[in-house]
């Protein structure tokens, strides 16, 4: 059956697409599989990173709110206690000039205190002694059964939350340091007339001359209310932002706590849910999934049901990541089922096994027709062969004798001729293959670079947007302080106007509010925040404009082109990639004329050089301690060409190194780490596409200096 020609062409052409369709179907189902489910895990665990670095960025801002709030609190007890003082002071100076007996002016300065007007926050102002164990009350306009009483009450301790008694607490403060402040809790009326223990922050003063305490307090539950709203804001919002979502098919993200209740989540019920039972372990689900947050590297993997078709049917295997989150106690999670993570790679497998019936019909059909047009000419030559061996042999240009295989002999010379011609049209067809591959390989290495510099495009963008935001904030704030500021002396100089005159302490008072507004901070910081917010936009502007110009995709024909435009956005772009190794330092000839070039390869050439110099001194400084290397890059106009020369102070290569660099494959990097095609690409871009040349200096320990000269118009 194979002795024929025509079989053995149509049987080893259809095997060879057979053998290579099944290869290829076993091969690439398993890779797509393989990288299909690294990719997924990889975004579920980037979605949850994110999450956790929005959270943080926000219980940030709410811890910055709850010290502004008690800063703002203590200022106002403060200033209170300091009027009361100086009533007291006022009439101490009384007694001291013989205007009034000492207990005259004791008295007078309780009543003085007694009747100073205080604010919805601040009630009153009391006074004890500084006597020990427990102090004594001098006037306590609350509850006036006090005043000369020892404060031992078994009620007063509710100091520091140690169960210390409040008054002896302020005595040690006051003792100490002469003024400070006390935590303690204290009884207050709700809406509903009922009396609650409520958390109150006190400011206490000494006046030594009678050894007085002075003091008031301030509630602040409503810090702690208000930063209960706040949390619940967060919530809200990543409710809302888990809900636009998708993690494969019906992949979504959820948020417990240590407490084992689920606060954010697309289905169940929030609150409590120590009842759902992992079916695998058999333990808690919570508790499981709060054990694999301590890996946040690994997954936990898992059996549940998939609603709404299969609701109930624990048979279906699924994949969640967690990250913990320790201030608030949150665990944020992502989940995906483990066949919708496959689906893709079955897709794709079922459309290569369609696609390959198509080819093995099609090479089946091409291999008969091919072995048909290949053995007629065979036949038809072989019978004229035997017509002339038989009919005009004298005639015969070349003599056709003895047997069928001699005469089949010169026919096969003949389709050697033909042979050559056809190798010779292979050749013009392999070259132009070959063009088409070095272009595809271009756009491979470019594609790969912008992939590597994604992750650091984001996190350049990302740093300046969110001080831009923070300032913003700032701004916003430092606006009320300073209407509130305006609104007091508006107040004042209106009292002024009515009573005709200034009131003595008026300078004192506008100091006073100037102060309380911190108002020399104000004009010192707002300016500075403007400038950094635009300073921020330039910069994000300044990055998507490099990424613009490195990705355009060029005309594919030769341009008049900015080289230093070209390396200026070539080194924005991978700002990431050398800022933690090296400083970078541009020496760019101002008046550099345009070359005629094609730019997109040339910036993927620059991009190129410029992350093997980082990587170079990125394994120096390794080596040798360094903080930081230097890359430089310079440009200058010399003759007909223009110069680019890039330097790195890495570690320098040997000779043996040097005189491989530019061949395919080579690489000196880790297996993984590069390709090897980076400066071959390089070669030829520099070489044979812009006639121009690429040299190497180096020097083992101090460093490599590629010199790159380009013709201004290269010819056609």
Same mark, same amino acid.
């Given at each position: 059956?194979?002795?024929?020609?025509?079989?053995?062409?149509?049987?080893?052409?259809?095997?060879?697409?057979?053998?290579?369709?099944?290869?290829?179907?076993?091969?690439?189902?398993?890779?797509?599989?393989?990288?299909?489910?690294?990719?997924?895990?990889?975004?579920?665990?980037?979605?949850?990173?994110?999450?956790?670095?929005?959270? *943080?960025? =926000?219980?940030?801002?709410?811890?910055?709110?709850?010290?502004?709030?008690?800063? =703002?609190?203590? &200022?106002?007890?403060?200033?209170?206690?300091?009027?009361?003082?100086?009533?007291? %002071?006022?009439?101490?100076?009384?007694?001291?000039?013989?205007?009034?007996?000492?207990?005259?002016?004791?008295? !007078?300065?309780?009543?003085?205190?007694?009747?100073?007007?205080?604010?919805?926050?601040?009630?009153?102002?009391?006074?004890?002694?500084?006597?020990?164990?427990?102090?004594?009350?001098?006037?306590?306009?609350?509850?006036?059964?006090?005043?000369?009483?020892?404060?031992?009450?078994?009620?007063?301790?509710?100091?520091?939350?140690?169960?210390?008694?409040?008054?002896?607490?302020?005595?040690?403060?006051?003792?100490?340091?002469?003024?400070?402040?006390?935590?303690?809790?204290?009884?207050?009326?709700?809406?509903?007339?009922?009396?609650?223990?409520?958390?109150?922050?006190?400011?206490?003063?000494?006046?030594?001359?009678?050894?007085?305490?002075?003091?008031?307090?301030?509630?602040?539950?409503?810090?702690?209310? +208000?930063?209960?709203?706040?949390?619940?804001?967060?919530?809200?919002?990543? !409710?809302?932002?888990?809900?636009?979502?998708?993690?494969?098919?019906?992949?979504?993200?959820?948020?417990?706590?240590?407490?084992?209740?689920?606060?954010?989540?697309? #289905?169940?019920?929030?609150?409590?849910?120590?009842?759902?039972?992992?079916?695998?372990?058999?333990?808690?689900?919570?508790?499981?999934?709060?054990?694999?947050?301590?890996?946040?590297?690994?997954?936990?993997?898992?059996?549940? +049901?998939?609603?709404?078709?299969?609701?109930?049917?624990?048979?279906?295997?699924?994949?969640?990541?967690?990250?913990?989150?320790?201030?608030?106690?949150?665990?944020?999670?992502?989940?995906?089922?483990?066949?919708?993570? *496959?689906?893709?790679?079955?897709?794709?497998? !079922?459309?290569?096994?369609?696609? #390959?019936?198509?080819?093995?019909?099609?090479?089946?059909?091409?291999?008969?027709?091919?072995?048909?047009?290949?053995?007629?000419?065979? =036949?038809?030559?072989?019978?004229?062969?035997?017509?002339?061996?038989?009919?005009?042999?004298?005639?015969?240009?070349?003599?056709?004798?003895?047997?069928?295989?001699?005469?089949?002999?010169?026919?096969?010379?003949?389709?050697?001729?033909? #042979?050559?011609?056809?190798?010779?049209?292979?050749?013009?067809?392999?070259?132009?293959?070959?063009?088409?591959?070095?272009?595809?390989?271009?756009?491979? *290495?470019?594609?790969?670079?912008?992939? !590597?510099?994604?992750?650091?495009?984001?996190? &350049?963008?990302?740093?300046?947007?969110?001080?831009?935001?923070?300032?913003?904030?700032?701004?916003?704030?430092?606006?009320?302080?300073?209407?509130?500021?305006?609104?007091?002396?508006?107040?004042?100089?209106?009292?002024?106007?009515?009573?005709?005159?200034?009131?003595?302490?008026?300078?004192?008072?506008?100091?006073?509010?100037?102060?309380?507004?911190?108002?020399?901070?104000?004009?010192?910081?707002?300016?500075?925040?403007?400038?950094?917010?635009?300073?921020?936009?330039?910069?994000?502007?300044?990055?998507?404009?490099?990424?613009?110009?490195?990705?355009?995709?060029?005309?594919?024909?030769?341009?008049?082109?900015?080289?230093?435009?070209?390396?200026?956005?070539?080194?924005?772009?991978?700002?990431?990639?050398?800022?933690?190794?090296?400083?970078? %330092?541009?020496?760019?000839?101002?008046?550099?004329?345009?070359?005629?070039?094609?730019?997109?390869?040339?910036?993927?050439?620059?991009?190129?050089?410029?992350?093997?110099?980082?990587?170079?001194?990125?394994?120096?400084?390794?080596?040798?301690?360094?903080?930081?290397?230097?890359?430089?890059?310079?440009?200058?106009?010399?003759?007909?060409?223009?110069?680019?020369?890039?330097?790195?102070?890495?570690?320098?290569?040997?000779?043996?190194?040097?005189?491989?660099?530019?061949?395919?494959?080579?690489?000196?990097?880790?297996?993984?780490?590069?390709?090897? =095609?980076?400066?071959?690409?390089?070669?030829?871009?520099?070489?044979?596409?812009?006639?121009? #040349?690429?040299?190497?200096?180096?020097?083992?320990?101090?460093?490599?200096?590629?010199?790159?000269?380009?013709?201004?118009?290269?010819?056609?």
């Amino acid at each position: 059956m194979l002795k024929s020609l025509r079989s053995k062409i149509l049987v080893a052409l259809t095997g060879t697409v057979l053998v290579s369709m099944l290869l290829t179907m076993f091969f690439v189902k398993r890779e797509t599989e393989k990288q299909i489910s690294l990719l997924q895990n990889k975004n579920a665990q980037q979605l949850v990173e994110a999450i956790g670095l929005n959270v *943080e960025s =926000q219980y940030k801002n709410l811890i910055f709110h709850k010290q502004v709030l008690l800063k =703002q609190k203590k &200022e106002k007890i403060n200033n209170i206690v300091h009027v009361a003082l100086g009533i007291v %002071e006022e009439s101490y100076k009384n007694y001291k000039e013989g205007w009034l007996t000492e207990e005259e002016a004791k008295q !007078r300065a309780r009543d003085d205190i007694k009747q100073m007007c205080y604010s919805n926050e601040v009630d009153y102002i009391w006074i004890n002694d500084t006597g020990r164990p427990i102090p004594r009350m001098l006037m306590y306009p609350e509850n006036p059964e006090l005043d000369g009483q020892l404060l031992s009450n078994p009620g007063f301790n509710s100091a520091l939350g140690l169960k210390k008694n409040f008054f002896a607490a302020t005595v040690d403060v006051v003792l100490q340091d002469g003024e400070g402040y006390v935590d303690y809790f204290w009884p207050k009326a709700n809406k509903d007339g009922e009396t609650a223990i409520q958390p109150k922050l006190a400011y206490v003063k000494l006046f030594r001359e009678w050894n007085w305490v002075i003091g008031t307090g301030i509630y602040v539950d409503d810090i702690e209310e +208000d930063t209960k709203k706040q949390i619940n804001s967060i919530l809200t919002t990543l !409710r809302e932002t888990f809900s636009k979502m998708v993690i494969g098919k019906s992949g979504y993200m959820y948020l417990f706590n240590g407490s084992n209740n689920l606060l954010v989540h697309p #289905s169940l019920t929030l609150g409590d849910s120590s009842n759902l039972i992992n079916p695998v372990t058999r333990n808690p689900m919570l508790e499981d999934l709060i054990a694999a947050a301590k890996t946040p590297a690994k997954s936990l993997e898992y059996i549940w +049901d998939k609603p709404p078709l299969h609701k109930g049917e624990y048979r279906f295997w699924k994949k969640s990541h967690i990250t913990y989150f320790e201030p608030l106690d949150w665990y944020i999670a992502s989940t995906v089922y483990t066949d919708e993570i *496959e689906a893709p790679a079955i897709e794709i497998t !079922r459309y290569i096994f369609f696609l #390959s019936i198509c080819i093995l019909v099609f090479a089946f059909i091409l291999s008969l027709l091919l072995s048909r047009h290949l053995t007629s000419p065979l =036949q038809l030559l072989t019978a004229a062969a035997q017509k002339i061996d038989y009919d005009s042999m004298a005639d015969a240009a070349i003599p056709v004798t003895g047997s069928i295989e001699t005469r089949r002999l010169g026919s096969i010379m003949n389709k050697t001729l033909e #042979s050559i011609r056809a190798a010779v049209r292979s050749k013009e067809e392999l070259f132009e293959t070959k063009l088409s591959l070095e272009l595809r390989l271009h756009q491979a *290495e470019k594609l790969e670079s912008v992939g !590597r510099l994604a992750a650091g495009i984001a996190h &350049e963008i990302n740093t300046p947007t969110q001080y831009v935001g923070t300032n913003i904030d700032f701004l916003n704030d430092a606006s009320k302080d300073i209407s509130e500021l305006l609104e007091q002396l508006t107040k004042l100089i209106a009292t002024a106007h009515r009573n005709g005159n200034l009131e003595d302490d008026f300078a004192d008072t506008v100091k006073e509010y100037f102060e309380t507004a911190d108002w020399e901070f104000l004009q010192e910081e707002i300016p500075k925040a403007l400038l950094q917010s635009q300073e921020g936009l330039r910069r994000i502007s300044k990055i998507v404009s490099a990424m613009k110009n490195f990705s355009h995709p060029g005309s594919g024909e030769l341009e008049s082109s900015d080289i230093n435009i070209g390396i200026q956005s070539t080194v924005t772009l991978a700002t990431n990639e050398w800022k933690y190794a090296a400083e970078m %330092e541009m020496q760019l000839e101002d008046d550099l004329p345009l070359v005629l070039c094609y730019p997109d390869e040339l910036n993927q050439v620059f991009l190129n050089m410029v992350i093997n110099s980082a990587h170079a001194i990125a394994a120096h400084n390794q080596k040798s301690g360094r903080e930081k290397g230097l890359i430089t890059i310079q440009t200058e106009k010399i003759g007909k060409h223009v110069q680019i020369r890039i330097s790195d102070s890495g570690g320098g290569m040997p000779d043996a190194v040097v005189d491989k660099i530019f061949e395919p494959f080579y690489t000196t990097k880790e297996v993984g780490k590069g390709t090897g =095609q980076g400066l071959a690409i390089a070669h030829d871009v520099i070489v044979n596409k812009h006639h121009g #040349s690429i040299d190497v200096q180096t020097e083992l320990g101090q460093g490599t200096t590629f010199i790159i000269s380009l013709p201004i118009a290269p010819p056609s």
